[in-house]
């Protein structure tokens, strides 16, 4: 087992003390939190052993798991892998993408491993489905949320949408050529409404809509290609496979057939993918784990969560562009 400690025992970070404490892959040795006053009261309350001093857990472990927000995530990564500890980094990777990269430039100093927590990845409907996107040339993503002053520190760009671009980036084989996006604040200092439009070097565009002051929760992507329409709903945990193929010369009774203008006829089908329950936090850790006994590349790299930090600034910058214009 992979001794573990747990930086920040926010909100997020209590849920990761739990699942690593009930996994068979990770000994617990303990957390930190700055603040000693929830510290001492998450250790009364659950039993985990409580460090006051950062440096004392990350030199008893082998593992940190750094839950605390997004402008210390750099400081609490360095330190780890400068003791040479593999590290598991939630999302956005940093602040700044200067930060992501000198933790990319340590991690192949100090020869460890490091995986970022874009849990959507380890989404259950999307699992099902992600191996059915092949090359896909119109992607549409909607992550809606109600709000929630928890995480309004940063734009919902990098709060939500991060989550979306992390996913679709995994699928779409080819570099960001243009972006184009708008971004609104309402309630917050930095936007909490933001589009983006995302055209890829291959020909592929993304539309991405992302809102954390709706009144209901939406989470749903859908995938178009040659000859396949995929959903995924990640809220819900379910997905849809459409396919179409060459329609028979005598097709059944049931047969949904389509015919084009220039005569051309396909048969419609449709694929209901096996989705298993699994608890996505749970997975990304195990993985990690698995990734570091087995010497493998984790599957959300420091790498992919640097490219995902990457294309989400390039998107508040375009927000910045457009207000420069207006003045």
Not at 129 to 136: D, E, G, H, L, R
Not at 159 to 178: C, G, R, T
Not at 276 to 296: G, M, Q, R, V, Y
Request: charged share 25%; hydrophobic share 40%; aromatic share 8%.
């Amino acid at each position: 087992m992979l001794k573990v400690g747990v930086l920040g025992a926010g909100h997020l970070g209590k849920i990761h003390l739990r699942l690593l404490n009930q996994s068979e892959k990770y000994d617990l040795i303990g957390f930190y939190d700055a603040d000693i006053i929830n510290g001492k009261k998450v250790e009364a309350e659950f039993g985990y052993r409580y460090f006051d001093n950062m440096n004392s857990l990350i030199e008893a472990v082998d593992v940190i798991d750094i839950v605390t927000p997004t402008l210390s995530h750099y400081e609490c990564a360095k330190k780890s892998i400068e003791q040479g500890k593999h590290i598991f980094i939630e999302k956005p990777i940093t602040n700044t993408l200067e930060e992501a990269q000198e933790l990319l430039d340590l991690e192949k100093k100090f020869n460890i491993k490091g995986q970022v927590g874009h849990v959507e990845r380890f989404n259950p409907a999307f699992s099902a489905v992600k191996n059915a996107i092949n090359q896909p040339m119109f992607i549409e993503a909607h992550r809606l949320a109600e709000f929630n002053p928890r995480g309004t520190d940063v734009p919902v760009v990098l709060d939500l949408m991060i989550h979306d671009i992390d996913a679709i980036l995994s699928v779409v084989n080819s570099e960001v050529k243009q972006i184009n996006a708008s971004g609104v604040s309402v309630l917050s200092q930095s936007p909490d409404i933001a589009n983006a439009r995302l055209e890829f070097e291959n020909g592929c565009v993304a539309n991405l809509t992302a809102s954390r002051i709706s009144l209901k929760n939406m989470r749903k992507s859908r995938f178009f290609q040659k000859d396949a329409y995929i959903s995924v709903d990640f809220l819900e945990k379910k997905a849809e496979v459409v396919k179409m193929k060459d329609a028979p010369e005598q097709p059944g009774d049931f047969d949904m057939i389509l015919q084009n203008a220039e005569g051309v006829k396909k048969q419609i089908y449709f694929e209901n993918p096996d989705i298993k329950e699994n608890n996505a936090i749970l997975d990304e850790l195990e993985s990690f784990a698995k990734a570091i006994t087995t010497n493998s590349t984790p599957i959300v790299s420091l790498k992919q969560g640097t490219q995902a930090l990457k294309v989400a600034l390039q998107i508040i910058d375009s927000f910045e562009d457009k207000k420069i214009q207006q003045v």
